[in-house]
């Protein structure tokens, strides 16, 4: 590491450009914010602070698009986690993070950490964390050994870091494309209960109250991690380990333990709770600070430390994990103390709150920073991007977009069910155990996750979906496709979709398409929320994904919960009995862009994908929502990748069931992805009824059989496949690319 340099050898030799702070920033900090030169600590603190992933200075102007509030919205962006009602006085907690940088790097170790990040953003809260979902998006598998790896890595890292919690992991979703190969990603998402009386925040007010670090000692990993993650990835970081944390599931199970012993039992005594996650202490003490308009004086010497010679820089900036910041009333510091001893944990008192707005730190018996507390968080120079609409969308919109020429549907069905993206992910979720703590309803495998509310009838079904390739054939559709799969996941599990949570996976946002990108797809994701009313109550931006210049495709991650009232009303996914009928919701017409079909066959994608009639898909979605609620629906399953064919082989597997289908339409739109459509299942008993209550919006096809066997009648062709060889396909499809020698 540099050795620390006086005010004038920065201002000439400019470390700071290495860490992601411009020249025009750090001539702003010096001439209007402190009319001085800053030390190599503030110059540091300054630099992780003002990173896009701790500022968002590029993305603020498109954040402001989403709507945030709604009627059952307790707290929405701006805390640890978004916090939405569920009756009773409860309240279901969640959020969703990125590791990206740190999971290409070092797999094993950016996996474990990033799922306990986001652990800590919920149980700061003052929830307990019930459920982790996942959003993997790798590059190519064959003939791809160095990818292979990865996967496994990341995979167990996910798996470990929760499994040693105590905390099932309800699924997610996994995605192979080769704009990922050099930069892969890691979205971990996670879903807390609590009682909204409970409820904490991350505030430090009060003259003379403690500042409290709690939990495992700071070292030198994670340094700078926070600009690591706001910087293009390249050759040159591609070993840049140092700026990966490593974990300890074991020590956080009691860090969590000991901070709700404190929320929910002696909250008197507690002012404000943070997390310390990108940027470590200085931003958890900073933000906290900064929200409760206080200043505050830190002695760094009392920083419990697990390495020696630390200096104010590596403390402050250092992102080991497993660490928790407090505001206490002055007098319950030993009290405090008493709680995090029981369960083995440091728990220090390392300053003060003060009155007078100032940011200061002493290290060594020297003040090493002192500066306005609000220049590291407000003061913020925003930045303005320049926009430009990629000439590959502005080509599509004057060609004809690509229709298949299948000739067999059901080899077709077949090849499909053989392509990574859409193959059964067993492989990855066996890893995870899904069945701990016995409230998960719903495991993985389904369109959501379902886990039931402890000593009530309620029920909360989970989701998180990306799809990478629409947002990058037209940004805006594309982010509307994405949260109305969510939404649609959602109900097909029985459940009220009442929320999101994102993490917003782009490019250099300097490049002006990239931006652009950005913008109109963070359009397109608050219309739909608008629409859906599915306010966005939490989430993050992680910029710069990009491998020497090459950038992924704009992947927004949704994740959205559901509330089911009654979880007797949850839906299955796979059909229940032979002699029900089989309908199909919403309208299916030529839509192959981006489709798993289009890159099966032509190796890339291409067009324009479908704006989805979105007033008319929530109307028909929540209307079958409360026909399920009534028990007229037996099963449900929504229609993603792959389309009606693939969707209707899934709801087969793992049944004795198969299906006789009746279609009056082209074989190609078979496998057309027309979003926002289901398939459900309905008990002839029941039939008019569903009928005369959805109208239009659905249309019989046919029903389940006793056969096995999944017989489609099209209008130019055929499909008589046996079940069990369609399942055999599908399942072991990552298996055989996993183990394959090239």
């Known amino acids: 590491m540099k050795q620390a340099m006086t005010p004038e050898e920065i201002k000439e030799k400019k470390p700071y450009l290495d860490w992601s702070l411009s020249e025009r920033e750090y001539d702003y900090i010096c001439d209007h914010l402190l009319h001085r030169l800053p030390n190599y600590t503030e110059i540091g603190l300054f630099s992780a602070m003002w990173s896009e992933h701790c500022s968002y200075k590029k993305s603020k102007p498109v954040l402001k698009l989403f709507p945030t509030t709604g009627k059952r919205v307790v707290q929405g962006p701006g805390e640890g986690a978004g916090v939405v009602d569920i009756d009773d006085g409860q309240a279901v907690v969640f959020k969703a993070e990125s590791h990206n940088h740190p999971t290409t790097v070092e797999p094993y170790q950016g996996a474990a950490t990033g799922v306990g990040g986001i652990l800590r953003d919920v149980f700061s809260m003052g929830a307990r964390p019930v459920a982790i979902l996942d959003s993997l998006h790798f590059g190519e598998l064959k003939d791809n050994p160095t990818m292979r790896y990865k996967m496994e890595e990341t995979i167990k890292g996910v798996g470990d870091y929760g499994n040693c919690m105590g905390i099932p992991n309800l699924g997610g979703e996994t995605t192979f494309d080769p704009c990922y190969n050099g930069n892969i990603l890691l979205n971990a998402m996670n879903v807390g209960i609590m009682d909204i009386k409970d409820m904490e925040h991350g505030d430090a007010t009060g003259v003379g109250n403690a500042v409290m670090y709690v939990g495992a000692k700071t070292g030198r990993d994670g340094i700078h991690g926070a600009t690591f993650a706001s910087a293009d990835f390249s050759e040159e970081h591609a070993t840049q380990r140092s700026a990966v944390q490593v974990g300890d599931p074991f020590m956080e199970k009691l860090l969590m333990e000991a901070c709700l012993e404190l929320i929910l039992n002696h909250r008197e005594w507690l002012v404000g709770i943070q997390d310390m996650g990108a940027a470590g202490i200085v931003s958890s003490s900073a933000e906290m600070a900064t929200e ?24 402050m900036l250092s992102e080991s994990q497993e660490r928790m910041l407090l505001c206490v009333k002055k007098g319950h510091e030993e009290d405090v ?25 002493h290290h060594d018996d020297q003040v090493v920073c002192d500066i306005p507390v609000v220049t590291l968080t407000e003061k913020v120079l925003e930045e303005k991007s320049a926009e430009k609409k990629p000439q590959r969308i502005i080509d599509a919109e004057q060609s004809e977009n690509w229709q298949p020429n299948i000739e067999s549907a059901g080899q077709t069905l077949k090849d499909l069910l053989n392509q990574p993206t859409i193959a059964n992910d067993q492989f990855v979720t066996q890893q995870y155990d899904s069945q701990v703590r016995t409230d998960t309803i719903v495991g993985p495998g389904s369109d959501s996750g379902v886990l039931r509310v402890r000593h009530t009838k309620k029920a909360i079904a989970m989701t998180t979906d990306t799809n990478g ?9 594309g982010g509307q496709r994405t949260v109305l799969e969510s939404a649609t996941n959602i109900v097909a599990s029985g459940a009220q979709p009442l929320a999101i949570t994102d993490c917003l996976n782009y490019g250099d946002p300097n490049d002006p398409e990239i931006f652009w990108e950005l913008h109109q797809s963070c359009q397109g994701i608050a219309d739909a929320c608008e629409i859906l009313e599915t306010p966005v109550v939490s989430g993050n931006v992680s910029l710069y994904n990009e491998n020497n210049g090459k950038a992924i495709y704009p992947s927004p991650m949704i994740g959205m919960v559901g509330l089911i009232k009654d979880y ?14 089989i ?43 409360a026909l399920m609620a009534n028990g007229l629906v037996k099963s449900a399953h929504d229609l993603s990748e792959g389309g009606l064919g693939v969707s209707l082989a899934e709801t087969l597997f793992d049944t004795d069931f198969g299906a006789k289908i009746e279609l009056d339409f082209d074989k190609n739109l078979l496998f057309s992805e027309t979003p926002g459509r289901l398939i459900v299942s309905v008990d002839p ?28 009648s099209l209008a130019n062709d055929q499909v008589n496949e046996d079940v069990a060889e369609l399942q055999k396909i599908w399942k072991e499809c990552i298996p055989c690319l996993m183990k394959s020698k090239a």
């Open 337 to 361: 103390k008493k709680i995090f001893d029981e369960f083995n944990l440091d728990a220090v008192t390392i300053g003060r709150i003060t009155d007078d707005g100032r940011y200061v730190l």
């Open 583 to 625: 309908y199909l919701v919403g309208k299916t017409d030529d839509d192959f862009a981006g489709s798993e079909l289009q890159k099966m066959i032509t190796g890339e994608i291409s067009g324009l994908p479908h704006a989805p009639n979105l007033p008319e898909i929530k109307q028909y979605l929540y209307k079958l929502q």
């Open 685 to 712: 008993a029941n039939a008019a009824k569903f009928e005369q209550e959805m109208g239009d919006s659905v249309s019989e096809i046919g029903q389940v059989t006793a056969d096995q066997q999944l017989n489609i």
């Open 292 to 315: 409760g308009k206080s200043g505050m004086d830190l002695n760094l010497n009392l920083v419990p430390q697990r390495e020696p010679n630390m200096s104010a820089y590596e403390i």
């Open 568 to 581: 007797d009303h949850v839906i299955p996914m796979h059909m229940q009995k032979a002699g029900d009928k």
């Open 469 to 477: 390739r629409f947002v990058y054939l037209d940004p805006k559709v």
